[in-house]
């Protein structure tokens, strides 16, 4: 089941902060984050296992409520390079390990203006 | 560069014609995973292959096979071609075969057009 992100899209100006939240209808295992520029590849950002942690990159960092099935993550002081679609990607909570999938949801376009 | 290839870059074909796409992993990871990404849409998983064997599949369409070669390098191939088959086509590697723990390097994509 795909994750769902919200907001869908988002436009700051560079030195705000933003939020992006992914949200899962099943328990989940791992989150992962990742950034695609428009007509490039997916760049990774960051894992995040189920136990609640919180990881950092820079100025982008995340967290993981296990409890919600959820997981945030947030930018500040954006700059002009994190304009970009960001996706959450999600493994859910199964019996083994034999065959899970890296579901990931349908993005959030965040654009940053001077 | 994340060390992932992909041929050809932009692959232009007919309806009812099929085609293959080619992938060669970063040196040193045995897993290639495929994905399809329509446009303005998100990742699609489709099927992933670890050290030579199908590990997983998602939402890979009966018309769409893929295989791993002694290699490590991945084909996609996809026949009887419809419109609706017009997407960018990545593929991704990782060290490991379980996807909950291992970073995916994306290739930078084929772009398929269906006319």
């Known amino acids: 089941q795909q994750p769902v992100q919200s907001p869908q899209a988002v436009i700051l100006r560079e030195g705000e902060d933003a939020v992006i939240n992914c949200s899962s209808s099943k328990a989940l295992y791992s989150v992962h984050w990742y950034r695609q520029k428009h007509g490039e590849a997916p760049v990774f950002l960051m894992i995040l296992l189920k136990g609640g942690e919180q990881k950092g990159h820079e100025k982008i960092s995340a967290s993981f409520n296990e409890k919600k099935q959820q997981s945030s993550l947030y930018l500040t002081a954006s700059q002009l390079s994190y304009s970009g679609t960001y996706f959450c990607g999600a493994t859910v909570v199964i019996s083994n390990f034999g065959n899970e999938k890296l579901t990931f949801g349908t993005g959030t376009r965040l654009t940053i203006i001077p | 560069d994340s060390g992932v290839t992909q041929t050809p870059k932009h692959l232009i074909t007919a309806t009812g014609q099929r085609v293959t796409l080619r992938c060669s992993p970063r040196?040193?990871?045995?897993?290639v995973y495929w994905y399809q990404q329509s446009l303005d849409q998100g990742l699609q998983f489709l099927i992933q292959y670890y050290n030579g064997e199908e590990r997983a599949k998602g939402n890979i369409l009966e018309r769409f096979s893929a295989q791993q070669f002694p290699d490590l390098h991945s084909e996609l191939n996809l026949s009887s071609l419809e419109l609706g088959d017009s997407a960018l086509y990545f593929c991704?590697?990782?060290?490991?075969?379980?996807?909950?723990?291992?970073?995916?390097?994306f290739g930078p994509g084929t772009r398929l057009t269906v006319l």
């Open positions: 991704a590697s990782t060290e490991g075969p379980q996807p909950a723990f291992n970073e995916q390097f």
């Open positions: 040196s040193g990871d045995l897993s």
